[in-house]
């Protein structure tokens, strides 16, 4: 080996990789606990919160930076995700946690991060009093808040499904779209409804620091679909098995960033490291597209027969090379199919190629779920529960998360489209099943843990 | 995880001309900062340059340095970029 310790094709790769190719570190997230903030007080609890994110959080976006420059690898976002909030506030008597929001909202803005997780509670079994009060209070919250995430988990393979709070998500994402309906119901861009949420996820909006983690991590969501795309590219005529394999190795120089970046920053703030997640998150940008390396496989488009398996197989390789290369792997690892922020999605989406039905058998082979899929704007509350159950159960019966991000656009309707901006990017109006479930949605209870939850 | 390694890669890429290596040495040189290692390839008219540096004795920051090599790489018209060895190192071994 020579005295540069490298050979110069492998400093041009990483160099090619990071300014042709989009390779990025997408966000680097800290998690903190919030489980001291209660208090009898709304106000003082919030302000107990707010003190607390701006004092462990003040040099995270500084330290980002300076990892920016020092390895000269991008770092999109830097963001933070704490405790389910309705496990915070419920020590008070209040009802309305909107206040919470809008603390959380001001840490986010003082700290200098763009997103904040966290305005979440855990209702797969039931619902607590705090949880009651945070799920109401959320289409106002996410009204009056530009950065505050929340979330809801309603399912898990250990609890199965609780009906009653599907039906209420129908119901609450709908007002959050009408709330926010000046700005395309942007509101529901930033509420996720999950089945097996993780406590470890890095990446929005679904973040939110679980219960069993430390005081405050370091999670580092590591991205990069357009480097995968140019390896394989580069071997068109490559069978599967040659494929995987470029794909494994891709994905573990991509990873080996993440646990760099992680490592570091969890050193210079002086907390400790969590986990890599081993996502492919696309952006609109040109080149950053998770379909496109599906057409590259082979595909005229994506959503056309053939979708789900080079999806799967896809997912399989990037979490192999991945696991390779980091000492903690967690958060939600797969590859993301958010309609709005693919290109190659939001193209197939117009075309009429990639249907909604399609993209919901995608969510049984990938992370997450459906997401960020623009809806017609009367659609009935009923029917996105129905959305809401289906993607739950995929998740349930397969042990894995899954995930609703679902904007019924106020207005809009099939052939319309609505432009979110930035990160978020645009999206067609997708067609959704008109026959009601509305029945189904209203007999209520809990669906029973299935028998995979039977494994001890 | 070790120390942060005092050495860093500078690369230069860009359309091939007189003077490039001298001009970047030099900049490096007036900063104190040792060339331990040059690799250097031209393919059609496109030049790069792969330098690992040791800024152990050298006289200014990492980030000045920086600003000093995007300062020259702009009057040469070709891209150079320094970063640490260690993002090498993660990537390429183990």
């Known amino acids: 080996?020579?005295?540069?310790?490298?050979?110069?094709?492998e400093i041009l790769e990483t160099i090619r990789m990071v300014q042709m190719e989009n390779l990025d570190i997408r966000t680097i997230t800290m998690g903190i606990s919030l489980r001291d903030c209660a208090d009898a007080d709304l106000e003082t609890s919030a302000t107990?919160?707010?003190?607390?994110?701006?004092?462990?959080?003040?040099?995270?976006?500084?330290?980002?930076?300076?990892?920016?420059?020092?390895?000269?690898v991008p770092i999109i976002n830097k963001r933070i995700s704490v405790t389910p909030i309705a496990m915070v506030a419920e020590r008070s008597d209040a009802d309305d946690y909107t206040l919470m929001a809008t603390y959380l909202d001001r840490a986010a803005r003082e700290v200098g991060v763009n997103f904040i997780g966290g305005f979440s509670a855990l209702v797969q079994k039931g619902y607590t009093r705090g949880d009651r009060a945070l799920i109401a209070s959320i289409p106002e919250a996410l009204a009056s808040t530009r950065r505050v995430c929340a979330s809801v988990n309603v399912a898990t393979t250990k609890a199965g499904i609780n009906m009653d709070a599907v039906a209420q998500m129908g119901r609450v994402i709908k007002q959050a779209a009408e709330k926010t309906a000046a700005e395309g119901g942007i509101g529901c861009a930033k509420l996720v409804v999950f089945c097996n949420a993780v406590e470890d996820n890095p990446f929005m909006a679904g973040a939110f620091h679980g219960v069993g983690e430390p005081e405050c991590v370091i999670n580092v969501g590591v991205s990069g679909p357009g480097v995968v795309?140019?390896?394989?590219?580069?071997?068109?005529?490559?069978?599967?098995?040659?494929?995987?394999?470029?794909?494994?190795?891709?994905?573990f120089k991509v990873t080996r960033m993440g646990e760099l970046a992680?490592?570091?920053?969890?050193?210079?703030?002086?907390?400790?490291?969590?986990?890599?997640?081993?996502?492919?998150?696309?952006?609109?940008?040109?080149?950053?597209?998770?379909?496109?390396?599906?057409?590259?496989?082979?595909?005229?488009?994506?959503?056309?027969?053939?979708?789900?398996?080079?999806?799967?197989?896809?997912?399989?390789?990037?979490?192999?090379?991945?696991?390779?290369?980091?000492?903690?792997?967690?958060?939600?690892?797969?590859?993301?199919?958010?309609?709005?922020?693919?290109?190659?999605?939001?193209?197939?989406?117009?075309l009429g190629v990639l249907s909604f039905d399609k993209l919901e058998a995608m969510t049984c082979v990938c992370s997450v779920g459906l997401d960020m899929i623009a809806i017609p704007g009367d659609t009935s509350a009923e029917t996105i529960s129905g959305i809401i159950a289906d993607e739950a159960a995929i998740g349930m019966i397969n042990r894995k998360t899954t995930a609703v991000r679902v904007i019924p656009v106020p207005g809009k309707s099939v052939g319309d489209s609505v432009e979110f901006g930035g990160l978020l990017g645009r999206a067609p109006i997708m067609p959704v099943n008109t026959m009601s479930c509305a029945r189904f949605i209203t007999r209520g209870g809990r669906i029973p843990a299935p028998l995979q939850a039977l494994n001890n | 995880m070790t120390a942060q390694s005092t050495r860093i890669i500078v690369s230069v890429i860009g359309q091939d001309k007189v003077g490039i290596i001298a001009s970047v040495s030099a900049v490096l040189a007036q900063a104190g900062a040792n060339i331990l290692d040059i690799s250097q390839t031209v393919m059609q008219d496109c030049f790069s340059m792969i330098m690992m540096v040791d800024l152990e004795k050298a006289g200014v920051s990492f980030e000045e340095l920086?600003?000093?090599?995007?300062?020259?790489?702009?009057?040469?018209?070709?891209?150079?970029?320094?970063?640490?060895?260690?993002?090498?190192?993660?990537?390429?071994?183990?």
Not at chain 1, 311 to 316: E, F, G, I, Q, S
């Open chain 1, 48 to 72: 107990l919160a707010y003190d607390k994110i701006c004092r462990l959080a003040a040099r995270l976006v500084k330290v980002g930076e300076e990892i920016e420059r020092d390895y000269g």
């Open chain 1, 262 to 350: 992680g490592r570091v920053a969890s050193e210079k703030l002086g907390v400790p490291f969590g986990i890599v997640d081993l996502s492919l998150a696309p952006t609109p940008a040109q080149g950053d597209s998770v379909a496109r390396i599906l057409e590259e496989m082979g595909l005229e488009r994506v959503g056309t027969h053939g979708s789900t398996a080079a999806l799967a197989m896809l997912n399989d390789a990037v979490k192999k090379g991945g696991a390779m290369a980091s000492t903690q792997v967690g958060g939600l690892s797969g590859a993301f199919i958010p309609v709005s922020e693919d290109i190659g999605m939001i193209e197939a989406a117009e």
């Open chain 2, 66 to 94: 920086k600003r000093l090599l995007d300062q020259k790489g702009n009057e040469l018209g070709v891209r150079i970029d320094a970063q640490q060895e260690d993002v090498f190192r993660y990537m390429h071994r183990l």
């Open chain 1, 229 to 251: 795309l140019r390896a394989i590219e580069q071997q068109p005529d490559a069978d599967f098995g040659e494929l995987a394999s470029i794909i494994k190795r891709t994905a």
């Open chain 1, 1 to 9: 080996m020579s005295r540069l310790h490298f050979q110069p094709e």
